[in-house]
């Protein structure tokens, strides 16, 4: 059984130190030449095993483990947006990751995207946490392993950088992810390895590049198994021009073999198409490249995992993120499963629910994946800008749900116009580059308009009021009767209708004053005078009479059921009792 090279990318929040720590990486290999260098791929570096546990031994000491695969494959720092496309059906092609996070500035936004997509895609990684050497007082020796290089350090820089790390293994585990330092941990299947490393001065590199090895060999045998005659299966990463070439994908082969002359299924904004591969790029080594526009050497097939360039007709035509399969026995059979597999998160649909545009496959998968798990219904997931169509979309949407009938764009550009025209029909565009901020974004609004609406609605609605008619207050008999009353509980407006203790109505509220102002509503506890034009008083309404507010049924049931919580004790109470006196007549109301 023959294994392949793990997959390894490096993901974080800008600034971080990816690129410097894969260069860094890259300098410590370079250096153990003996041992074979380092091999270029298209988009990715290969590290062979023997130059790295060469560079691990010279550091570490023996190492007891039994390394069996040939190596590491680098992608190089594709960042988080650009880790989505390492995408193939159900995961990423990715075996494994570094996540680096800057130990100073801690868990950043994009690293908590980093987190969402590991763990939607169920990648392992490792954290490394850069920058040790900006702990103040830290003393450097170039790429010792981490324990020794602490060793060296004051009692003040140890526990500096131990309560830093400790800081961000309490926010991992708030996250979900159970984390330590990689010398404390038993259980690697368990606990996400942090490795302390320093991408200027190398501190903690052996030590990294030995738990990813170990974590390869522990855990991914299965995975890493090379299928030497199978048709290769990869993913497009980029599109690019190259001069005199036309149209060519850098792409990553994840298993099997790839040749020249293969015919290879991709997909596209068109759906799936088939092309026959007319070459197959690597770089050229530093030493063979005469002429810097003479970048490639042409192989005519590659084994898996490599990172290459094709040529071949009608690339023009596919996506970042797009799956390759080589086409062996059935051509229609590879073209339904690539069709299918997008299917699950392209989506055309007539429900109500958002329209979602992102730049690539890959983050269109993430994109749709992320808004499902938070419950938002989904109308149209695409790729690409913004287009009149989608505005159409979300008008028709919005027709029947104003919070739904919205544009959320995800990496893409908005037309300043389209997006006035989007807003003149009051459709909302949602932009971002960072997933969770533009869910987030969305899913507040939405929060913010249900809570708005509801208060506008509880607003609205009768509220209970219980009032006395006081004995000697009566300022006015009839036509209208103004009478000084004691609100005993809720409140009371003008224009509510009063009932008696038996449910029968005596009259509507004109006005209420209090000391001869006129006062939108009396709460309890209150006295004051109202008028009415219906009752006189000592015929339909008595002194010393205890009056209710008229509820409408629907009123009272939205009372109930909806805003029981937004009313007050006395409220509540005097509810309750306008009900009971209601339902002597008639027993289920407001139920
Ligand atoms: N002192 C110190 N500086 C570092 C270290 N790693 C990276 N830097 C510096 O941090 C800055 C960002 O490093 P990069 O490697 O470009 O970071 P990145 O994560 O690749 O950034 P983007 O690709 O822009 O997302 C650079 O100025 C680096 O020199 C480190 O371990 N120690
Ligand atoms: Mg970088």
């Keep these: 059984m023959r294994l392949r090279q793990p997959i390894v990318v490096v993901l974080g929040h800008v600034d971080h130190g990816k690129t410097s720590l894969l260069d860094k990486m890259r300098g410590t290999l370079v250096a153990a030449r003996e041992a074979g260098g380092i091999t270029q791929h298209i988009g990715a570096s290969l590290f062979p095993l023997d130059a790295i546990i060469s560079t691990c031994k010279a550091l570490l000491g023996e190492i007891k483990v039994q390394l069996k695969v040939p190596g590491l494959l680098f ?8 880790f989505a496309n390492l995408r193939k059906r159900g995961g990423s092609i990715a075996d494994l990751a570094i996540l680096v996070v800057d130990v100073i500035k801690g868990i950043q936004e994009q690293t908590l995207e980093s987190l969402e997509l590991l763990k939607s895609r169920k990648t392992p990684f490792v954290v490394a946490v850069n920058k040790i050497d900006l702990i103040p007082g830290w003393k450097s020796v170039e790429y010792e392993p981490f324990p020794k290089a602490l060793q060296r350090q004051s009692q003040a820089v140890r526990d500096e950088l131990e309560q830093r790390i400790y800081t961000m293994v309490g926010e991992l585990a708030g996250l979900g992810f159970r984390a330590d330092i990689y010398t404390r941990i038993t259980s690697f299947a368990t606990t996400v390895a942090m490795v302390p ?21 522990a855990f991914m045998k299965e995975q890493l198994t090379l299928h030497e005659d199978a048709p290769a299966e990869g993913v497009v990463l980029e599109i690019t021009e190259e001069e005199g070439l036309g ?10 073999i790839l040749k020249v002359g293969d015919r290879i299924a991709l997909l596209g904004p068109e759906g799936a198409f088939t092309t026959k591969v007319k070459a197959i790029l690597m770089p050229k080594p530093l030493d063979e490249m005469r002429d810097p526009r ?10 898996a995992a490599a990172g290459l360039k ?3 007709e009608g690339l023009d035509k596919t996506y970042p993120g797009s799956p390759i399969y080589v086409i062996g026995q059935n051509e229609s059979e590879v073209l339904e499963r690539i069709t299918k597999e997008v299917g699950e998160f392209r989506l055309f649909t007539d429900k109500v629910g958002v329209v ?6 890959g983050s269109l998968e993430a994109a749709v994946n992320f808004l499902r798990e938070r419950g938002v219904q989904i109308r149209v997931a695409d790729i690409g800008e913004v287009s009149k169509r989608d505005i159409v979309e979300a008008e028709v949407v919005r027709m029947k749900d104003e919070l739904s009938g919205v544009i959320l764009a995800f990496n893409v550009k908005v037309d300043p116009d389209l997006e006035r025209e989007a807003n003149s029909k009051g459709i909302r565009v949602f932009k971002s580059n960072v997933l969770f901020r533009l869910v987030e974004e969305y899913t507040s609004w939405v929060k913010q308009e249900k809570d708005r609406r509801e208060t506008a609605q509880f607003e609205s609605l009768t509220k209970p009021g219980k009032i006395k008619i006081l004995p000697g207050y009566v300022f006015r008999r009839s036509n209208p009767a103004i009478v000084g009353v004691e609100v005993l509980g809720g409140r ?6 009063l009932m008696n203790s038996e449910g029968k109505h005596v009259g509507t509220i004109s006005q209420i004053q209090d000391k001869g102002q006129n006062i939108p509503e009396a709460t309890m506890g209150m006295s004051v005078a109202i008028s009415m034009k219906e009752p006189i008083i000592g015929r339909h309404v008595k002194e010393g009479e205890i009056l209710y507010t008229v509820i409408p049924e629907n009123e009272a049931r939205l009372l109930f059921k909806s805003f029981a919580n937004r009313l007050t004790e006395d409220e509540r109470a005097v509810l309750n009792e306008i009900a009971q006196i209601i339902r002597k007549n008639n027993p289920l109301w407001a139920r």
């Design 197 to 217: 490393v320093s991408a200027k001065s190398g501190e903690g590199i052996p030590d990294l590049l030995l738990v990813l090895l170990g974590l390869a060999q």
């Design 294 to 303: 003479d970048k490639f050497k042409p192989v005519d097939h590659v084994l």
């Design 492 to 497: 009371i407006k003008p224009k509510y209708a």
């Design 356 to 361: 979602l545009k992102a730049d690539t496959l």
């Design 247 to 256: 149209t060519t994908v850098n792409a990553i082969i994840y298993d099997g």
């Design 310 to 312: 094709l040529v071949a």
């Design 75 to 82: 992608v190089d720092t594709p960042g988080h947006a650009a």
